[in-house]
């Protein structure tokens, strides 16, 4: 049961990585700080003092590098393989008891997978937002996208599996938004 836990926390903080990278490390790191969370072997690094002062600073460059106009964009490009990176570690650092071949499978897959598949669908939204608005609604998409990362990442440490439900929600509403873009395009040619 402990192992589900743990797979659970690390996807529900993986899919908060596809919104922000750095906001469920910091969260992971003070979960880890504060004893919340043990990590696994190899990732105590992650609750040190040293990684607190590097997640803080990433965290708040990334939260105003989102409401600047053109460099959201550029953020976008450099989140994208980012996300999928943050989120393989977020989930492998919080799983404990899985064989290291198991462990680095579900990682890669569901941490990684579900990271990239928010971050794609918020990638996409903010493109659709530049489009429609000018870039003047991506302000209220960065708010929404920081807001969800710090409460998933919330409560995928506080209550995993609440946590696991509402990322999986987002995960299958992304899905479902990205077939039917591509379902439109293709009947477009």
């Known amino acids: 049961m402990e192992s589900l836990l743990a797979v659970i926390t690390g996807i529900g903080l993986s899919a908060a990585c596809g919104f922000r990278v750095f906001v469920p490390l910091l ?18 690094w992650i609750g040190g003092y040293y990684a607190t002062i590097a997640f803080a600073s990433a965290t708040i460059l990334e939260i105003i590098a989102y409401y600047v106009p053109w460099l959201d964009h550029i953020m976008d490009a450099i989140a994208s393989p980012a996300s999928i990176i943050a989120g393989t570690i977020a ?3 919080v799983i404990t008891d899985l064989p290291p071949s198991v462990k680095w499978i579900v990682a890669i897959i569901a941490g990684g997978g579900i990271a990239g598949i928010l971050q794609g669908t918020t990638t ?34 506080i209550i995993p599996i609440i946590g696991f439900v509402l990322a999986a929600t987002f995960a ?18």
Do not use: Q, W
Not at 133 to 147: V, Y
């Open 172 to 189: 299958i509403f992304a899905l479902y938004k990205v077939s039917r873009i591509f379902s439109t395009n293709m009947k477009g040619k």
């Open 27 to 44: 969260a992971l790191n003070l979960a880890s700080t504060h004893g919340y969370l043990t990590l696994a072997p190899g990732f105590e």
């Open 91 to 93: 989930t492998a650092s």
């Open 124 to 157: 996409a939204l903010r493109g659709k937002s530049s489009i429609f608005t000018g870039g003047l609604g991506n302000p209220l998409i960065a708010t929404a996208e920081l807001a969800g990362s710090a409460f998933i990442a919330l409560l995928a440490i």
